[in-house]
T-cell receptor, first 112, second 115 residues
Framework: DGGITQSPKYLFRKEGQNVTLSCEQN?????MYWYRQDPGQGLRLIYY???????QKGDIAEGYSVSREKKESFPLTVTSAQKNPTAFYLC???????????FGPGTRLTVL | GDSVTQMEGPVTLSEEAFLTINCTYT??????LFWYVQYPGEGLQLLLK?????DKGSNKGFEATYRKETTSFHLEKGSVQVSDSAVYFC??????????????FGQGTILTVHP
Protein backbone atom coordinates (compact mmCIF):
# COMPACT_ATOMS: atom_id res chain seq x y z
CA ASP A 1 0.00 0.00 0.00
CA GLY A 2 1.24 3.48 -0.85
CA GLY A 3 1.30 6.01 1.90
CA ILE A 4 3.16 8.04 4.46
CA THR A 5 4.49 6.47 7.62
CA GLN A 6 5.65 8.29 10.73
CA SER A 7 7.41 6.72 13.64
CA PRO A 8 7.18 6.43 16.49
CA LYS A 9 3.52 7.20 17.23
CA TYR A 10 4.38 8.41 20.75
CA LEU A 11 7.73 9.81 21.86
CA PHE A 12 8.92 10.99 25.22
CA ARG A 13 11.95 13.18 25.69
CA LYS A 14 13.76 14.61 28.66
CA GLU A 15 14.55 18.29 28.64
CA GLY A 16 17.87 19.07 26.97
CA GLN A 17 17.81 16.06 24.66
CA ASN A 18 17.60 16.10 20.88
CA VAL A 19 15.11 13.72 19.29
CA THR A 20 14.50 12.70 15.66
CA LEU A 21 11.09 11.98 14.17
CA SER A 22 10.90 9.75 11.14
CA CYS A 23 8.81 10.35 8.01
CA GLU A 24 8.86 7.99 5.03
CA GLN A 25 6.69 7.99 1.91
CA ASN A 26 6.41 5.50 -0.96
CA UNK A 27 4.13 7.66 -3.09
CA UNK A 28 7.02 8.92 -5.24
CA UNK A 29 6.11 12.45 -4.18
CA UNK A 30 8.61 15.21 -4.79
CA UNK A 31 7.77 17.57 -1.95
CA MET A 32 7.63 16.85 1.77
CA TYR A 33 6.55 18.99 4.72
CA TRP A 34 6.61 19.08 8.51
CA TYR A 35 3.85 20.72 10.52
CA ARG A 36 3.32 21.23 14.22
CA GLN A 37 -0.16 21.05 15.78
CA ASP A 38 -0.98 22.45 19.22
CA PRO A 39 -4.35 22.03 20.98
CA GLY A 40 -7.01 24.39 19.64
CA GLN A 41 -4.75 25.69 16.92
CA GLY A 42 -4.30 24.99 13.26
CA LEU A 43 -1.17 23.46 11.81
CA ARG A 44 1.96 25.55 11.47
CA LEU A 45 4.67 24.84 8.92
CA ILE A 46 8.12 24.01 10.29
CA TYR A 47 10.16 23.05 7.20
CA TYR A 48 9.50 21.89 3.67
CA UNK A 49 11.50 20.35 0.87
CA UNK A 50 10.69 20.36 -2.83
CA UNK A 51 13.64 18.25 -4.02
CA UNK A 52 16.37 16.06 -2.60
CA UNK A 53 19.19 17.90 -0.81
CA UNK A 54 17.19 21.13 -0.62
CA UNK A 55 14.79 22.45 2.01
CA GLN A 56 13.34 25.76 3.21
CA LYS A 57 12.31 27.13 6.57
CA GLY A 58 8.65 27.49 7.30
CA ASP A 59 6.98 29.80 9.77
CA ILE A 60 8.35 28.24 12.99
CA ALA A 61 11.73 26.67 12.09
CA GLU A 62 13.64 27.83 15.19
CA GLY A 63 14.78 24.89 17.31
CA TYR A 64 14.24 22.34 14.52
CA SER A 65 16.43 20.84 11.79
CA VAL A 66 15.78 18.57 8.81
CA SER A 67 17.59 16.66 6.08
CA ARG A 68 16.48 15.35 2.70
CA GLU A 69 19.09 12.84 1.53
CA LYS A 70 16.55 10.57 -0.17
CA LYS A 71 13.32 11.33 -1.98
CA GLU A 72 11.37 8.99 0.31
CA SER A 73 12.62 10.30 3.63
CA PHE A 74 12.41 13.64 5.47
CA PRO A 75 13.42 13.26 9.15
CA LEU A 76 12.83 16.09 11.62
CA THR A 77 15.12 16.70 14.58
CA VAL A 78 13.74 18.58 17.55
CA THR A 79 16.73 20.13 19.28
CA SER A 80 17.21 21.27 22.84
CA ALA A 81 16.91 24.84 21.53
CA GLN A 82 13.18 24.32 20.97
CA LYS A 83 11.70 25.76 24.17
CA ASN A 84 8.25 24.26 23.97
CA PRO A 85 8.49 21.03 21.94
CA THR A 86 5.48 19.15 23.35
CA ALA A 87 3.08 18.90 20.40
CA PHE A 88 1.65 16.68 17.68
CA TYR A 89 3.92 16.57 14.62
CA LEU A 90 2.56 15.83 11.17
CA CYS A 91 4.46 15.01 8.01
CA UNK A 92 2.94 15.53 4.56
CA UNK A 93 3.91 15.09 0.92
CA UNK A 94 2.76 16.21 -2.52
CA UNK A 95 3.67 15.84 -6.17
CA UNK A 96 5.44 18.69 -7.90
CA UNK A 97 2.48 19.64 -10.10
CA UNK A 98 -0.21 19.73 -7.40
CA UNK A 99 -0.89 21.78 -4.29
CA UNK A 100 -2.75 18.91 -2.61
CA UNK A 101 -0.86 17.51 0.38
CA UNK A 102 -1.32 14.07 1.91
CA PHE A 103 -0.62 13.54 5.58
CA GLY A 104 0.90 10.83 7.72
CA PRO A 105 -0.63 9.62 11.00
CA GLY A 106 1.50 11.90 13.17
CA THR A 107 3.89 11.60 16.12
CA ARG A 108 2.96 12.91 19.55
CA LEU A 109 6.04 14.26 21.32
CA THR A 110 5.97 14.87 25.06
CA VAL A 111 8.78 16.48 27.01
CA LEU A 112 9.06 15.14 30.53
CA GLY B 1 0.17 37.44 4.52
CA ASP B 2 -2.37 34.73 3.83
CA SER B 3 -4.79 33.74 6.58
CA VAL B 4 -7.80 31.50 7.18
CA THR B 5 -10.52 32.06 9.77
CA GLN B 6 -12.96 29.35 10.82
CA MET B 7 -16.07 29.65 12.91
CA GLU B 8 -15.58 29.14 16.61
CA GLY B 9 -16.32 25.69 17.93
CA PRO B 10 -17.06 23.25 19.24
CA VAL B 11 -20.17 22.41 17.25
CA THR B 12 -22.58 19.86 18.69
CA LEU B 13 -25.39 18.39 16.59
CA SER B 14 -27.88 15.57 16.68
CA GLU B 15 -27.68 12.85 14.06
CA GLU B 16 -29.32 13.80 10.74
CA ALA B 17 -29.02 17.53 11.46
CA PHE B 18 -27.73 20.01 8.86
CA LEU B 19 -24.12 21.09 9.22
CA THR B 20 -22.45 24.36 8.27
CA ILE B 21 -18.91 25.28 9.26
CA ASN B 22 -17.92 28.75 8.12
CA CYS B 23 -14.55 29.52 6.62
CA THR B 24 -13.26 32.83 5.26
CA TYR B 25 -9.84 33.63 3.91
CA THR B 26 -7.47 36.47 3.09
CA UNK B 27 -5.03 35.92 0.26
CA UNK B 28 -3.53 37.59 -2.75
CA UNK B 29 -4.11 36.10 -6.15
CA UNK B 30 -6.17 32.97 -6.70
CA UNK B 31 -5.56 30.38 -4.00
CA UNK B 32 -6.75 26.79 -3.94
CA LEU B 33 -9.03 26.00 -1.02
CA PHE B 34 -9.27 22.78 0.99
CA TRP B 35 -11.17 21.08 3.77
CA TYR B 36 -9.32 18.46 5.76
CA VAL B 37 -10.74 16.19 8.49
CA GLN B 38 -8.89 14.79 11.50
CA TYR B 39 -10.27 11.89 13.51
CA PRO B 40 -9.07 11.47 17.11
CA GLY B 41 -5.38 10.59 17.35
CA GLU B 42 -4.89 10.50 13.58
CA GLY B 43 -3.38 12.59 10.83
CA LEU B 44 -5.35 14.79 8.43
CA GLN B 45 -7.36 13.41 5.53
CA LEU B 46 -8.26 15.48 2.50
CA LEU B 47 -12.04 15.88 2.43
CA LEU B 48 -12.49 18.13 -0.62
CA LYS B 49 -10.88 20.95 -2.58
CA UNK B 50 -11.68 23.69 -5.07
CA UNK B 51 -9.20 25.48 -7.27
CA UNK B 52 -11.08 28.43 -8.79
CA UNK B 53 -14.02 30.73 -8.17
CA UNK B 54 -17.47 29.09 -8.21
CA ASP B 55 -15.99 25.59 -8.12
CA LYS B 56 -17.82 23.19 -5.82
CA GLY B 57 -15.85 20.50 -4.05
CA SER B 58 -17.76 17.47 -2.78
CA ASN B 59 -17.05 14.16 -1.06
CA LYS B 60 -18.90 11.79 1.27
CA GLY B 61 -21.96 14.08 1.33
CA PHE B 62 -19.91 17.16 2.24
CA GLU B 63 -19.86 20.17 -0.08
CA ALA B 64 -18.14 23.56 -0.21
CA THR B 65 -18.29 26.27 -2.88
CA TYR B 66 -15.42 28.66 -3.62
CA ARG B 67 -16.91 32.16 -3.31
CA LYS B 68 -14.40 34.76 -4.38
CA GLU B 69 -16.75 37.71 -3.91
CA THR B 70 -17.17 36.88 -0.22
CA THR B 71 -13.75 35.15 0.17
CA SER B 72 -15.48 32.16 1.71
CA PHE B 73 -15.46 28.36 1.50
CA HIS B 74 -18.13 27.16 3.91
CA LEU B 75 -18.47 23.42 4.55
CA GLU B 76 -21.97 21.91 4.47
CA LYS B 77 -23.57 18.51 4.89
CA GLY B 78 -27.28 17.85 4.72
CA SER B 79 -27.49 15.04 7.28
CA VAL B 80 -24.62 14.34 9.68
CA GLN B 81 -23.83 10.98 11.24
CA VAL B 82 -22.13 10.05 14.51
CA SER B 83 -19.15 8.90 12.43
CA ASP B 84 -18.66 12.50 11.20
CA SER B 85 -17.47 13.54 14.67
CA ALA B 86 -13.98 14.92 14.11
CA VAL B 87 -11.99 18.14 13.77
CA TYR B 88 -12.41 19.98 10.48
CA PHE B 89 -9.73 22.27 9.07
CA CYS B 90 -10.10 24.82 6.30
CA UNK B 91 -6.87 25.61 4.43
CA UNK B 92 -5.54 27.46 1.43
CA UNK B 93 -2.58 27.11 -0.90
CA UNK B 94 -1.24 30.14 -2.69
CA UNK B 95 1.30 28.48 -4.94
CA UNK B 96 3.42 31.37 -6.08
CA UNK B 97 7.13 32.13 -5.91
CA UNK B 98 8.99 30.28 -3.17
CA UNK B 99 5.86 29.32 -1.22
CA UNK B 100 4.90 26.57 -3.65
CA UNK B 101 2.76 23.97 -1.93
CA UNK B 102 2.59 25.70 1.45
CA UNK B 103 -0.78 25.28 3.19
CA UNK B 104 -2.17 27.94 5.52
CA PHE B 105 -4.66 26.45 8.01
CA GLY B 106 -7.54 27.74 10.07
CA GLN B 107 -7.62 26.85 13.75
CA GLY B 108 -9.95 23.88 13.27
CA THR B 109 -13.57 23.27 14.32
CA ILE B 110 -14.48 20.37 16.58
CA LEU B 111 -17.70 18.64 15.52
CA THR B 112 -19.52 16.25 17.83
CA VAL B 113 -22.60 14.41 16.60
CA HIS B 114 -24.89 12.70 19.13
CA PRO B 115 -27.21 9.77 18.30
Amino acid sequence: DGGITQSPKYLFRKEGQNVTLSCEQNLNHDAMYWYRQDPGQGLRLIYYSQIVNDFQKGDIAEGYSVSREKKESFPLTVTSAQKNPTAFYLCASSIATSDTQYFGPGTRLTVL
Amino acid sequence: GDSVTQMEGPVTLSEEAFLTINCTYTATGYPSLFWYVQYPGEGLQLLLKATKADDKGSNKGFEATYRKETTSFHLEKGSVQVSDSAVYFCALSNAGGTSYGKLTFGQGTILTVHP
